[in-house]
């Protein structure tokens, strides 16, 4: 009989720790914090070799860059952009705090954008997986994306309440959404001077938001625009030309998200 309640209490013990793994492993992956690089190749008949190798080598600068601020990072341009995967890194998966980049073309009044495939990626179909605001910072640097507010900002953010104007009227809502009110340019296109201009403002960008957690979005917005150019980011040409904007909160700090 002492035998007996021997083996079930090594059994008990056995299960005891299963258990404690398993419930640790689970608290580990709900606790962590990720990036997602996504970028389309799809373009309809233009050339776009140059525009491609600039998105691969941006995509790697940001996932190299989200990994010193302690993301877990997904390198996704190219094939691996597919609707599902897009829309699996809008909703951030099982990680608690998200960021986004995506490069690729987008449609007027930023009602989608697409897939590697051609495949549209619609803002409703966007805001359905974002329930849950995992995703706290997205950056579409794709034409239109900003145009129409209750399109895929809302999408990405899932809220309409954010601020209408991030940069100059941040609402410290810890949720922001980066993207083009017009058209976008090339991110290998020369602008006032500068050549490879966007790859070079993206790069900037993530590296000084990478440089610690006291750095918040408009700072790191400013910080790229002064390296380029020599003014302060809303007076670049990407914001007086191109009409990037920046909804919701410009006092993030990506680096300071919580894993």
């Known amino acids: 009989m002492k035998e007996k309640r021997h083996i079930v209490s090594k059994y008990s013990l056995v299960l005891v720790m299963f258990v404690l793994l398993f419930t640790t492993n689970i608290s580990s992956a709900l606790a962590a914090k ?11 008949g233009q050339n776009m070799n140059d525009e491609i190798k600039e998105a691969e080598k941006v995509c790697n600068r940001i996932i190299y860059d989200s990994g010193q601020m302690g993301f877990t990072s997904y390198d996704w341009y190219g094939s691996s952009s597919t609707k599902s995967n897009i829309l699996l890194a809008a909703s951030g998966d ?28 619609w803002f409703n179909e966007v805001y359905r997986v974002t329930g849950n605001q995992i995703t706290k910072f997205a950056f579409l ?12 900002p809302m999408g990405w953010l899932h ?5 209408d104007d991030g940069y100059h009227n941040p609402d410290c809502g810890k949720l922001t959404f980066i993207s083009f009110k017009a058209g ?6 020369t602008i006032s001077g500068v050549q490879k201009a966007g790859a070079k403002f993206v790069n900037i960008t993530y ?3 990478a440089s610690g957690s006291d750095v ?3 700072e790191a917005l400013d910080i790229a625009s002064f390296n380029l150019w020599g003014v302060v980011w809303d007076q670049c040409q990407l914001y007086t030309d191109y009409s990037m904007w920046v909804y919701g909160d410009g006092y993030l700090s990506v680096c300071g998200l919580q894993g």
């Open 94 to 121: 099982v990680a608690r705090n998200a960021i986004s980049f995506y490069v690729g073309h987008g449609s007027d009044e930023s009602y989608y954008i697409w897939a590697d495939d051609g495949t549209e990626v």
């Open 184 to 189: 976008a340019p090339f991110l290998n296109k």
């Open 159 to 163: 809220t309409t309440s954010e601020s």
């Open 34 to 44: 990720n990036s997602y690089a996504l970028g389309s190749r799809y373009a309809e």
């Open 207 to 209: 590296d000084a938001l």
């Open 216 to 218: 918040y979005v408009n």
């Open 141 to 152: 640097w794709s034409c239109n994306q900003a145009e129409v507010k209750i399109h895929m």
